[in-house]
C-alpha cells in the first residue's frame, strides 16, 4: 500500500516562511515524479511545484517561482518545498502527489497524501 505523509503546515505571518515534507512509503521512491499541489476553499486543486526522477529539473507555478524550492532525498524517501515570503494567498491545504510521468496536471499523478494546512495571515 502506497503512503504520502505530508508534514509542516501551520499558522504563520506574511513574510514568514515554512518547510513542507512529504514522506513515502510503499513506492520505489526514485522512479517516481514527485508534485506539491494546493487547494483553498471554494477552489480546484492547483499545481504548486513538481520535481522530476533521476536528477531530473523542476517546475514551478508562475505564482510561486522566485519564493518557494522543491528538493527531493531519494535515499530518505522523502520530498520537500522551502516556501519563503509567505503571503496570505498561498493559504491552502498542500498535497503532494507521486506519479510514473508527473508534471503540473493532477491527472499525471497516481498518488496523493491527505494534506496539510498552511494559513498564512496578513
Known amino acids: 500500500q502506497v503512503q504520502l505523509v505530508e508534514s509542516g503546515g501551520g499558522l504563520v505571518r506574511t513574510g514568514d516562511s515554512l518547510r513542507l515534507s512529504c514522506a513515502a512509503a510503499?513506492?520505489?521512491?526514485?522512479?517516481?515524479?514527485m508534485g506539491w499541489f494546493r487547494q483553498a476553499p471554494g477552489k480546484e486543486r492547483e499545481f504548486v511545484a513538481a520535481?522530476?526522477?533521476?536528477?531530473?529539473?523542476?517546475l514551478y507555478a508562475d505564482s510561486v517561482k522566485g519564493r518557494f524550492t522543491i528538493s527531493r532525498d531519494d535515499d530518505k524517501n522523502t520530498m520537500y518545498v522551502q516556501m519563503n515570503t509567505l503571503k496570505p494567498e498561498d493559504t491552502a491545504v498542500y498535497y503532494c502527489?507521486?506519479?510514473?510521468?508527473?508534471?503540473?496536471?493532477?491527472?499525471?499523478?497516481?498518488?496523493w497524501g491527505q494534506g496539510t494546512q498552511v494559513t498564512v495571515s496578513s
Open positions: 502527489a507521486a506519479g510514473p510521468k508527473g508534471l503540473l496536471f493532477t491527472t499525471d499523478y497516481d498518488y
Open positions: 510503499g513506492l520505489t521512491f526514485s522512479r517516481y515524479d
Open positions: 520535481i522530476r526522477r533521476n536528477a531530473g529539473g523542476t
